[in-house]
């Protein structure tokens, strides 16, 4: 850090009970033909157009004593008349959005990404900023402490005061929590380690710090010590009900529900899914923060920044994140293959599979992954939990193709060998070439067929090398998610709709592809209000469903919009798209070694 550095931001939350944050940037040279200054409009790792620059209430420029004048260029652009530096220019944000993604402030915390709050300076990104965050002017405040992963330069550990960050990219990269939250510290491989949480919680903070070091600890011995970041910061925002995570190069954002966090006694499948959550963020650290997509190399926040190779970075990244649950020992091996069968359930019930692959839901992430509608399950796939399902595909295939020899770890660390420490980022055809050459062996039919085409990760036929059975059967109730065997003898009837109870209707939120819903009519909206004569029961209508048979004709009355209508549909047998992984009880020895090392990463 240089002694003066010539970009200096100052942020306050000006006013907590208006949700205000005040922002100065000074200047040092400003552009001779008059500076500009610009908000990002997405925030890496959220790929979607947010628009940040909505929330800037008032902006002003001066200089010398004197007003600058201010001209808006586009929705997220202000230019400054020419002048002599220093130059100040300072803005308000309205800041309530309570996500990982934006920025909240109220009277009892301050959240923000820099990508809400902070402008870069157009043409002067590459240089080291200073950066002094404050707290809200009076004495009620004066007990809130700071939890960032953004350098110190004066700042007390946990304090409001001095930071400085090497450049722009650097600066919005470390999301900055304020109030009164809990607070845990570890180390993990030698690096301090720490989780900030903000809400009203009872949490057994030393099972987290815990578990979370052994987690932490299993994926940096994963890629090999030292650990690319100096210290690493969990911001945990526990609610009523949440769930989201955000990685940064040495944090990550997470929203969560109060009751995932551990208390005293043995967690709950919450928890489970909480660690899953913080292991997954955590990997992010390597698979995308490090080894970076080339097309984000560098990365244009003023729009689109468009690759294929989603499914690499959050669905690889998915398959490792309970992986190394397993491989830690944090959760045994049945829980594992019922998280294994509960992912390949989702994938399995959405007929979008068949009609979107994997490179494409990556490229088109933007606006279809990222913009829900009535018709996503029907068009789109996820490129986390199908991109998980073809991680685990593709190491099985990899085991295989050199008899044990390579796995898809290695695949890993060969990325983190080759892009994790240079400047350059993954082509957009980098994975591929990289398989063969570990494998030895050509692997082009299998991405042509699971990543570019739409079929199903070859679950059925890879699984039993390590022992297992990948088994499909017919959803059992509305809240069967999969990943255990079932009980009925007979497949329950099946309407083909998803619905969602809302203001206590129950109202239809999705008609699948090919089902009677859609043969019939019934549409994403409609509000389901009488099922052969008889009241829905919103919370009760798996019952009344139970009682009737496939084959049956039977009426359903809806509302759409305010016309009550009137619908006959033929009832199918609910379709085997429920996942079950099981463990081949005769299998060799040999096999179940395999699975051994397999889920003990040796
Ligand atoms: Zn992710």
Redesign the pocket.
């Known amino acids: 850090m240089s002694a003066t550095p010539a970009i200096r931001y100052h942020i306050q939350p000006a006013h907590p009970g208006a949700h205000l944050f005040r922002v100065r940037c000074e200047v040092a040279v400003p552009a001779a033909e008059g500076q500009l200054f610009r908000l990002p409009a997405w925030i890496p790792?959220s790929y979607m157009i947010r628009d940040f620059a909505r929330h800037v209430v008032v902006a002003r420029a001066a200089a010398g004593g004197r007003a600058v004048a201010l001209t808006k260029l586009d929705k997220d652009t202000w230019q400054c008349a020419p002048c002599a530096g220093p130059l100040s220019f300072e803005w308000e944000v309205h800041a309530w959005d309570l996500s990982v993604r934006g920025a909240h402030l109220d009277t009892t915390h301050a959240y923000f990404n820099g990508s809400s709050v902070f402008p870069a300076v157009v043409g002067q990104e590459h240089l080291p900023c200073a950066v002094t965050i404050a707290l809200p002017d009076g004495e009620g405040w004066k007990h809130w402490r700071v939890a960032t992963s953004l350098p110190r330069a004066g700042a007390l550990p946990w304090s409001a005061g001095d930071y400085a960050a090497a450049d722009y990219e650097e600066l919005i990269d470390h999301p900055v929590e304020m109030g009164e939250f809990l607070l845990g510290e570890f180390e993990a491989c030698g690096v301090p380690h720490a989780v900030a949480i903000t809400g009203r919680v009872r949490v057994d903070l030393e099972r987290l710090c815990r578990d979370l070091k052994t987690v932490c600890e299993h994926h940096i011995r994963f890629f090999g010590e030292p650990a690319p970041m100096a210290r690493y910061l969990f911001l945990v925002t526990a609610v009523g009900e949440g769930y989201g995570?955000l990685?940064h190069r040495a944090s990550t954002s997470l929203l969560c529900g109060r009751d995932d966090l551990p208390r005293s006694g043995e967690p709950g499948d919450g928890y489970r899914t909480f660690l899953g959550l913080c292991s997954?963020?955590y990997f992010?650290a390597w698979n995308?923060k490090r080894i970076r997509p080339a097309a984000f190399v560098p990365c244009d926040l003023g729009r689109e920044a468009y690759t294929r190779l989603l499914w690499v970075?959050?669905g690889f990244?998915?398959y490792y994140d309970d992986l190394a649950l397993v491989r830690s020992g944090l959760i045994d091996e049945a829980g594992y293959l019922k998280m294994l069968g509960e992912t390949a359930t989702r994938v399995w019930r959405g007929p979008g599979r068949l009609r979107q692959s994997l490179a494409e839901s990556s490229f088109d992430a933007w606006n279809k992954f990222y913009k829900p509608d009535a018709n996503t399950p029907n068009a789109v796939v996820s490129y986390?939990t199908k991109g998980a399902l073809v991680a685990l595909a593709l190491d099985l295939a990899l085991r295989r193709a050199s008899a044990g020899a390579r796995s898809l770890d290695d695949v890993m660390r060969a990325l983190w060998a080759r892009y994790g420490r240079s400047a350059d980022g993954v082509p957009e055809d980098g994975i591929e070439p990289l398989v063969a050459e570990l494998a030895s062996q050509d692997f082009g039919a299998f991405f042509a067929r699971h990543v570019h085409g739409v079929e199903d990760a070859p679950l059925a036929e890879l699984l039993p090398d390590v022992g297992l059975r990948f088994n499909l059967r017919p959803a059992e109730s509305g809240s069967d998610n999969g990943g255990r065997p079932g009980t009925r003898s007979e497949p329950r009837a099946d309407l083909g709709l998803r619905t969602q109870v809302a203001d206590g209707e129950l109202r239809v939120s999705h008609v699948l592809d090919g089902g009677p819903a859609q043969a019939a009519g019934i549409a994403a909206g409609d509000v389901l209000v009488a099922l052969e004569g008889l009241r829905v029961q919103p919370r009760g209508f798996d019952r009344q469903l139970d009682a009737l048979r496939p084959g049956e004709c039977v009426h359903l009355h809806v509302f759409r919009r305010d016309e009550l209508l009137v619908f006959a549909l033929t009832l199918a047998a609910a379709p085997a798209d429920t996942v079950f992984i099981s463990v081949d009880g005769d299998a060799a020895d040999a096999v179940v070694q395999r699975r051994r090392t397999w889920l003990s990463g040796g």
């Open positions: 790792g995570g990685e997954h963020e992010h995308v970075f959050e990244t998915s986390y």
